[in-house]
């Protein structure tokens, strides 16, 4: 029964997201058959597109790439945490170390393609570049699969870091591909206990999430 009522109460977060992502592109001008397939695919980070051109049409539209950019970090979080927020505030979110590093991964992500294209010269305005960073990053850690535009033809780092990022993924519980932040957190932290133990063979220690042993 408890099962249920988690997924039951997950599976209405996920309706609603869907529901306010089809509206905001519905309100950029999408027509709606289209913001509903969009909308679909989304929040379900699947890549598919109602158009042959897919989302390259939408590529100097900086409002529904806005929305683009917002539903898929939302996807790629946890909707557990999510719930939690809906009972306990923005402060469940926050105080979330899988949530924040998440935040953190496509922040300095961006950051990274950003500064290799302003240095390429690809794009003329500060406003094109973060844009395009930030669509193309989001896509592809989350494994959304959309895009605006060629990152074939972008600088070898700019390419790089899209490269790294596939591999994080989102978070766990979330709609996303990849290794999930979760992984690579336990990962890092193990590594450190082992090493700290092989210099301290009786020390007892334990991995700790949000400040709860694994």
Request: aromatic letters at 14%.
């Amino acid at each position: 029964p408890r099962i249920q009522s988690i997924a039951s109460k997950l599976w209405t977060l996920y309706v609603i997201f869907t529901i306010i992502c089809f509206i905001m592109l519905c309100l950029g001008g999408i027509d709606p058959f289209d913001a509903l397939n969009y909308a679909f695919s989304i929040i379900a980070t699947g890549g598919l597109t109602p158009t042959t051109a897919g989302t390259f049409l939408y590529s100097q539209n900086t409002y529904i790439c806005v929305v683009f950019i917002l539903f898929m970090v939302i996807a790629g979080g946890n909707f557990a945490v999510y719930y939690n927020v809906v009972q306990k505030g923005v402060s469940a979110l926050l105080s979330d170390f899988e949530t924040r590093m998440y935040w953190l991964v496509v922040f300095i992500g961006i950051a990274i393609v950003s500064i290799s294209l302003a240095l390429q010269s690809i794009y003329s305005s500060p406003l094109e570049i973060v844009r395009n960073a930030a669509f193309n990053l989001v896509s592809l850690q989350t494994g959304s699969g959309f895009a605006i535009s060629d990152y074939d033809l972008w600088p070898a780092a700019a390419q790089m870091m899209l490269f790294i990022c596939t591999f994080f993924g989102g978070c766990s519980g979330s709609t996303t591909g990849g290794v999930k932040i979760i992984r690579l957190i336990i990962l890092i932290k193990s590594s450190i206990i082992y090493l700290r133990k092989s210099i301290h063979p009786d020390m007892v220690q334990v991995v700790r999430i949000n400040g709860k042993p694994m």
